[in-house]
C-alpha cells in the first residue's frame, strides 16, 4: 500500500490468501476489526475515511506516503494517529490500566493489564481521551440544556452558532505526526504555513478547527505529556468553536482555561502558547503554587486589567501563564457557575442584527465581568489574590518534580474567525 512499486507487484503476484494487510489498514485493528458494530458500541463512528484538514484522509496519506496513519471518528472528533507502540512505564501503569479498562466492554480481546500499547490501541486510546476533554469542558461551561444549530442555517431564536458541535458545522480535529518535516509539509499543504511547531487552525470552508502537532517537539513522544498538550489544545479550540469561532476573546481566560486543562491531566508536562515566529517563555517546574505567592508577595502579579491589554500570545511572559492559570483555576473552585455564564456572555457579542461581533470586545468583557461575578477589575484582583494566599500555603502539594516544556502552538486559531 505504502511501499515501493517493486514491493507492491511482487505482492500482487502473491496467492490471495498470502497477502498481508497494510499495518494502517483499519481491518487489521486487533481491537474493534473495523466492525461497525463493535465501533457503534464503543460510540465509534469508524476508522475513516472521511474529511480531515483542508481536504480529507486520502489526501493526507498521498501527501505523506511514508507515513502510518490510523484514523478514528468518535461522536466529535475526527483523529489522525500516526505513532508506533508505547511501552508503559511504571509511574503510569497505575492511569493507563484504568483508561483500559474502562474501554474493556467494547473490545474483548482487549487486557487492561498490557504493558505494551500498541498503535491501534493508542489511536483509541486518544479517542477517549479527547472525548473526555470535551466532556470536561461540557461540564465546566454548564452546557448540559445548551442548543446550538443544526447545520441547516435556520436558527430556533436566537444564534446558536452554525452546526451542533458546540456551534460548529465540523467535529474537532487532532492529528500527531512522527517528525518535523512531515508536520511542516502538512501544514504547508493544508493550511499554507510553514510552521515547525504545534498549530491551531481553522478550516474556515469546512467550518472545522484542528490541532497539528509532532513528535519531535518537545518531549511529545513522552505519552502524558502528549496527553496534556492535546488537552491544552482543545481547550483553546473548543472556547473558539463554542457558539461558531467568529471572532477572538481575550487572551487571558483562554490561556488560563487551557493550562487548567492540561495540568488535570499532568502538571509535570506544560505547554505554552506563543505567536507565529515568536519563542515562548516557558518554566520546567511542575508546582506553579509557589511561583505565583512569590509573584503576589512581590506585588509583580499582572492585574486583569493588564492582561486585557495583551493583543497576542506572542506577548505573553511566564508571570503571565503562572497568573492566568492561577485565576481560572480560583473562578472554577470558588465560582463555577458565575464562570460558565461569563463565558457563555462573552460568546454572545451580537451586532444589531443579531450576528456574532468582535466590535467593542473590551467594554463587551467589562461588561460580562461585571454582570457574571459582580466585581470590577481591582476587586476581582484583591478577592483573587487574598484567596490564592490562603489556598496555595506550602504543605499541600500539588504537582510533581520539574518536567519538560513543549511550546503549545500559538495564536488564537491561524485562519481566524468570520
Not at 489498514?25 to 480531515?52: Q, R
Not at 456574532?356 to 457574571?372: D, I, Q, V, Y
Request: glycine share 8%; charged share 25%; aromatic share 12%.
Amino acid at each position: 500500500m505504502r511501499g515501493r512499486l517493486a514491493v507492491a507487484v511482487a505482492l500482487l503476484a502473491l496467492p490471495a490468501f498470502a497477502q498481508k494487510k497494510a499495518p494502517d489498514d483499519p481491518a487489521g485493528c486487533p481491537w474493534c476489526h473495523n466492525d461497525p458494530v463493535l465501533l457503534e458500541k464503543a460510540g465509534l463512528k469508524s476508522h475513516g475515511p472521511f474529511a480531515f484538514g483542508k481536504y480529507d484522509t486520502a489526501k493526507a496519506e498521498a501527501l505523506l506516503p511514508e507515513v502510518e496513519f490510523r484514523w478514528i471518528e468518535t461522536e466529535h472528533f475526527r483523529i489522525g494517529f500516526t505513532l508506533g507502540q508505547h511501552k508503559v512505564k511504571l509511574e503510569e501503569k497505575k492511569k493507563i490500566l484504568a483508561e483500559l479498562t474502562r474501554l474493556k466492554p467494547f473490545f474483548p480481546d482487549l487486557k487492561p493489564e498490557t504493558q505494551i500499547l500498541d498503535p491501534w490501541m493508542r489511536v483509541h486510546l486518544y479517542a477517549q481521551r479527547c472525548e473526555d476533554v470535551y466532556k470536561k469542558f461540557r461540564e465546566i461551561l454548564r452546557l448540559d440544556n445548551a442548543t446550538f444549530a443544526d447545520g441547516s442555517g435556520v436558527w430556533r431564536g436566537s444564534y446558536q452558532g452554525e452546526g451542533p458541535f458546540l456551534g460548529m458545522k465540523e467535529k474537532y480535529e487532532f492529528l500527531v505526526l512522527p517528525s518535523e518535516a512531515a508536520h511542516v509539509e502538512f501544514l504547508v499543504a493544508n493550511c499554507g504555513l510553514k510552521i515547525r511547531k504545534s498549530q491551531r487552525w481553522h478550516y474556515i470552508e469546512r467550518g472545522a478547527i484542528g490541532i497539528i502537532c509532532h513528535a519531535q517537539q518537545g518531549r511529545l513522544r513522552t505519552d502524558a505529556a502528549l496527553h496534556g498538550h492535546v488537552a491544552f489544545n482543545l481547550a483553546h479550540n473548543l472556547l473558539d468553536g463554542l457558539k461558531h469561532y467568529s471572532y477572538d476573546t481575550p487572551i487571558w481566560f483562554h490561556e488560563g482555561l487551557a493550562h487548567v486543562m492540561e495540568r488535570d491531566v499532568d502538571p509535570n508536562y506544560n505547554s505554552f502558547d506563543s505567536g507565529e515566529g515568536a519563542t515562548a517563555e516557558e518554566t520546567s517546574k511542575a508546582n506553579w503554587k509557589p511561583e505565583v505567592l512569590k509573584l503576589i508577595a512581590e506585588d509583580k502579579a499582572p492585574r486583569l486589567a493588564e492582561l486585557m491589554g495583551l493583543k497576542s500570545y506572542a506577548e505573553l511572559k511566564l508571570a503571565d501563564h503562572f497568573t492566568t492559570w492561577s485565576m481560572v483555576d480560583y473562578l472554577l473552585q470558588q465560582k463555577p457557575e458565575q464562570f460558565a455564564k461569563f463565558i457563555w456572555i462573552m460568546k454572545s457579542n451580537q451586532d444589531e442584527k443579531g450576528l456574532p461581533t468582535g466590535s467593542n470586545l473590551l467594554e463587551w468583557h467589562r461588561t460580562a465581568f461585571k454582570e457574571a461575578f459582580g466585581w470590577n477589575y481591582p476587586e476581582f484582583d484583591e478577592a483573587w489574590r487574598a484567596w490564592a494566599k490562603e489556598a496555595y500555603k506550602p504543605g499541600i502539594p500539588k504537582g510533581g518534580e520539574p518536567g519538560p516544556v513543549i511550546p503549545g502552538g500559538g495564536f488564537p486559531p491561524v485562519g481566524g474567525g468570520g
